[in-house]
């Protein structure tokens, strides 16, 4: 299957630099290009493509409210926030806005090819750099709440899985602290995705923290 992607970036030498890589490689393809947000919300409304390569500083619309336009719905693309800032409020805001992934344009050119494959097979991807500042970040936040809310539909168990991937435990690592299988570490994984309406993991992060499941310090709430 060819994973069809669009461009979005307002600096045309980006955007030809990216399709050539893009062009180079077998099984991604380039299936539009946009210089504006809302040029990339068109685009990827009319060609309805896997995955959006979104830059953050654009003229008019900016890559967080396309973002979140192009991720209203069900069944739309995903999109891979591409900037040369990492700003940590930034971070935070595409995230919530819906993307999937959040790379620094300085990354090497075969790690933007893998995180398109990545976030194109449903899973999210985050620079190394960005991941733990993330995490503080969510961690600052005040909680909405002074006590966790309830999860409707989760059970303790899946509750004990969303406190630590909100820890930002990977999925074996979650496994050794439960002291079960990995395998049974995804299922839980998947039916957190689908109870909290979720996209991926990044998801599952923010909402574990806005549920006031993980205090500041990175201990269970």
């Known amino acids: ?101 959040f790379l620094v344009k300085d990354m090497a050119l075969e790690d933007i090819l893998t995180a398109i494959r990545v976030v194109a097979a449903g899973d999210a991807l985050i620079a190394p750099s960005i991941t733990r500042r993330l995490i503080e970040e969510l961690a600052s936040r005040p909680r909405p709440s002074p006590r966790p809310p309830a999860l409707p539909g989760v059970t303790e168990r899946e509750r004990e899985v969303l406190t630590l991937i909100g820890q930002g435990m990977s999925n074996a690592e979650i496994a050794a602290r439960l002291v079960i299988s990995t395998a049974t570490v995804k299922a839980h994984v998947a039916r957190l995705l689908a109870k909290l309406g979720a996209r991926d993991r990044v998801q599952l992060v923010i909402a574990a923290y806005e549920a006031g499941l993980v205090s500041p310090s990175g201990d269970q709430g």
């Open 1 to 101: 299957m060819i994973i069809r992607v669009v461009l979005a970036d307002d600096q045309p030498l980006v955007r030809a630099g990216l399709r050539v890589l893009i062009t180079d490689t077998p099984g991604i393809d380039v299936a539009g290009e946009a210089a504006t947000g809302a040029e990339a919300v068109r685009l990827a409304r009319d060609i309805r493509p896997d995955v959006v390569l979104m830059d953050i500083r654009m003229p008019g619309m900016d890559g967080i409210e396309a973002t979140r336009m192009i991720t209203a719905g069900e069944d739309v693309p995903r999109v891979i926030v591409l900037t040369t800032f990492d700003d940590d409020d930034d971070v935070y805001a595409a995230l919530r806005a819906g993307a999937s992934g």
